[in-house]
């Protein structure tokens, strides 16, 4: 008896459910609905609300008009902003978002560093101290030459910003360059008051042991994200990374099928249900604009019904030209 009852106190102290989903529809819609956790607008046409929880993401969508990315939970949410930050709350679940101005602070590294040193000590203050997942899409991501590769120095500054504060692991991660006229700095992130998962792929090397070649400072993050109640697997930014090495150099088509091969390892690394369905919403990321329409149709073949938000964006990388990330729920 006393085993169940602590069975049943730590499975009640498990957040409530958490729902992602693409809508067509307004953001004051979605915002007005109980439960509402985010809400992500994508490019400039996007539109414009003080509401803390909304969120225009500056990467152009492929299709028009573009969808909006809806966070929900059965809960109460909370919601305001502090300094910098922007943030809501409920049912177990966080997210916060911050934008830092490079032209605030001269470069990308000391952006980065302020920027995460905000959230650090943001989420010092929280319940939900658990960091699952965060984005990070950067100006002109791969501009400069060796060590002074923007996204290097962007790795440098987010590891001098967060200090110890991911010694226990690393969340699951994207991060990817957009090309607004502005050189905006934009991270968001979501966190819980319980600990989920980090899943590695056995393909790929952990991000945190790649070798030097890749910068003074290598990418803090896991390759995937279980939910705390294993109920949903959150999917770091992957592409085609065998080892720790690019492949099929300026073949999109042979890096999508290399890509969609690593997320079929972490699913069943996960163990989770093989392949993706309808409730399994993805992004693409595609370099260049005249390989959508290439990657949509490639996509639509090998994952029939799956909803895909095809992005204008730059992988971190610069010979790789297409990177899928997103959500595969149990």
């Not at 920027?115 to 010092?124: C, I, T």
């Not at 999508?256 to 972490?266: D, F, G, P, S, Y």
Request: glycine share 8%; net charge negative.
């Amino acid at each position: 008896m006393v085993q169940a009852n602590e069975h049943l106190q730590a499975k009640s102290a498990l957040p409530c459910a958490l729902s992602v989903t693409y809508r067509m529809t307004s953001p004051s819609t979605v915002l007005t609905e109980a439960g509402t956790l985010a809400v992500f607008g994508f490019g400039a046409g996007a539109a414009s609300s003080e509401d803390a929880r909304w969120l225009r993401v500056p990467l152009e969508c492929f299709d028009a008009p573009a969808p909006l990315e809806a966070w929900q939970v059965d809960a109460l949410v909370t919601h305001g902003r502090h300094d910098k930050l922007r943030w809501s709350a409920g049912g177990g679940w966080l997210f916060a978002a911050i934008e830092w101005d490079e032209r605030k602070t001269g470069n990308i590294e000391d952006a980065a560093r302020l920027a995460y040193d905000s959230l650090r000590r943001f989420m010092r203050t929280r319940d939900e101290r658990h960091v699952l997942r965060i984005w990070n899409y950067i100006a002109d991501i791969n501009l400069g030459e060796g060590d002074a590769e923007r996204y290097k120095q962007f790795c440098n500054g987010r590891a001098s910003g967060l200090g110890d504060f991911f010694a226990e692991g690393f969340p699951a991660a994207t991060a990817i360059g957009h090309h607004h006229h502005e050189p905006v700095l934009q991270i968001y992130l979501l966190a819980c008051v319980d600990e989920g998962v980090a899943i590695e792929n056995p393909r790929q090397t952990s991000a945190w042991r790649y070798p030097r070649e890749y910068g003074r400072t290598s990418p803090g993050f896991a390759r995937g994200m279980l939910m705390p109640a294993r109920d949903a697997l959150a999917i770091s930014g992957t592409a085609a990374v065998v080892g720790h090495a690019s492949a099929h150099e300026g073949d999109v088509e042979a890096q999508l099928n290399e890509t969609l091969l690593n997320l079929e390892a972490l699913l069943a690394t996960a163990d989770m249900p093989a392949g993706f369905d309808t409730h399994s919403p993805l992004k693409g990321y595609v370099r260049h604009a005249t390989d959508a329409a290439r990657v949509r149709e490639l996509l639509q073949r090998r994952l029939p019904g799956v909803p895909v938000l095809l992005m204008h964006g730059d992988v971190c990388r610069r010979e790789l030209l297409v990177e899928l990330d997103g959500w595969r729920f149990r």
